[in-house]
Each structure stands twice: as C-alpha cells, then as structure tokens.
C-alpha cells in the first residue's frame, strides 16, 4: 500500500509539473486545518512530506492563517505553534484580515505563475480549489498524507496547452498570409511569366482498355529447319613404327594394313 501511494503521489506531482512547470522545491501553503490533523497523527511535516513527493520542500501559510489560529484559542494551540514555525507569505489582507479559506483561494487564483501546493482538511476548501486548473490538494488520509489526483479541469486545460503550442498566433498568421500575398505579386509581375499560360496539362497515352491486344505469330511446323542426327564416322588410324617402314623398304614391298 506504501509503494502504491507513493506511485501515486509521483505520478500525480510529475503531471503539473510537465504540465504547469511545477518545480522543486515545491510550495506548499498549509491552513491550521492541516496542521492541527499532523500534531494530532504525530506527523513531522519536514521529513515526511519531502519523502513522500520525493524532491525539497518549502512550507509557507499567511497571516490570515496565523490569526484565524490564534483566535481559536486554547483548543487548536498545537496547530498555531505548528503555522508559526513556517514563512509567512504577503497576502495582501494585512489592513484587513480574512477566513483562512478565504485567504488561500485568493492565493491560488493565478496559480499558473505562483504554483502553490494547497495542504488543508477543510472539506469546502478542497472541494473549491479542485474546480480551479492547476492547483494540487494534499490533506491527511488517517495518518497517511494524500494528494489528490489532477481534476479534470486541469488536464482539460493541460491538454488546450500542449495543442496551443502547434498552432500559430494571430501575428504569424498575419505574417504568413502577407508573405503569400507578396511572393504572388512579384511572380505575376515578372516578365518571365507573363506569359505564363497556366498549369500545363501533360499528354497522356491512350486508354489500354480501348487498345486492341497484340497478335501473337503463330509459327508453322514448316518454317522451322529440322535438324538431322548425322553420326560421322570416325577413321581409326594405326600407327606403323619407323623400324618396321624401313624393314619394308628394304623388301620394296608396299605397307598393308588390314
């Protein structure tokens, strides 16, 4: 099961960041939610979420977060000592102090360019934020860290992404046609094709359907030469040896052979 969620949680990190340029170390912005369920399940944040996303981590909450904590009192003060030991990051709400909920959708609105990773137990605030593209939710699962898988607005828009770096913008677009168009009327105005007659048409050959076949030659029996077996003979010839011709001579008698 450990190697199965911790698969999962690659998996799911690696999506935003190939898709959204997520990247090490990964922010993340804890409520007290969050942090009130890691002191209840004994869960030391920074060394075991680095683990489990498997790069260098950077914990931050706001000071809405802060004072939200401290002024639910005595029942949450293990989560306020936990949120006070992070960065605080500049919200923007400090004139006016908003709900912690509140204070990180705001946060998370052009999430494309801060890349936060959103650590929170508040059922609504999760439900919110998975709405969004681009915003990751982790929260404690018992006393298992869990992030949830992209929803489908982020890998719909991920998708619109990865197509929109094919096609071309308005200003190649405009490039593009207006080179066509000058390209055009240089080739017109030259004089090498002013007369130009248009797209030549090749000959074509005739229709083999339409050809009559050729006639094969028919060879009559006739006009082929026979051949004849004729066996020549062949001469045996008998070789006399010197001695027995001059012995002939001698005698004058002719040479016989029989």
């Avoid at 369920?37 to 075991?48: I, K, M, P, T």
């Avoid at 071309?168 to 677009?173: D, G, I, K, P």
Wanted: hydrophobic share 35%.
């Amino acid at each position: 099961m450990r190697l199965k969620r911790h698969q999962k949680a690659e998996r799911n990190i690696n999506f935003y960041c190939v898709s959204f340029g997520f990247r090490k170390p990964f922010q993340i912005l804890v409520d007290g939610t969050f942090c009130m369920a890691s002191a209840q399940n004994r869960v030391q944040l920074r060394e075991d979420i680095p683990k489990y996303l498997g790069g260098d981590v950077k914990f931050l909450t706001t000071q809405c977060v802060v004072l939200e904590t401290e002024a639910l009192g005595t029942a949450v003060r293990p989560a306020m000592h936990i949120v006070k030991n992070f960065g605080i990051h500049k919200c923007g709400h400090e004139k006016k102090p908003i709900s912690g909920a509140s204070c990180l959708t705001s946060m998370t609105k052009d999430n494309m360019k801060t890349r936060y990773i959103i650590a929170t137990q508040d059922k609504s605030l999760q439900n919110a934020l998975y709405v969004l593209p681009a915003v990751p939710v982790m929260y404690f699962n018992g006393l298992s860290v869990i992030l949830k898988a992209p929803s489908p607005t982020s890998i719909d828009h991920a998708r619109q992404k990865r197509q929109s770096r094919f096609n071309l913008t308005e200003h190649e677009t405009n490039v593009l046609t207006s080179m066509k168009s000058s390209i055009t009327t240089e080739l017109i105005s030259s004089e090498e094709f002013k007369d130009y007659p248009g797209v030549f048409k090749r000959a074509k050959g005739p229709n083999p359907l339409s050809c009559k076949p050729k006639k094969k030659k028919i060879v009559e029996d006739n006009d082929i030469p026979k051949v004849e077996n004729k066996i020549k003979r062949k001469r045996n010839r008998v070789k006399i040896p010197k001695h027995v011709k001059e012995e002939f001579k001698k005698m004058n008698k002719p040479i016989s052979i029989s």
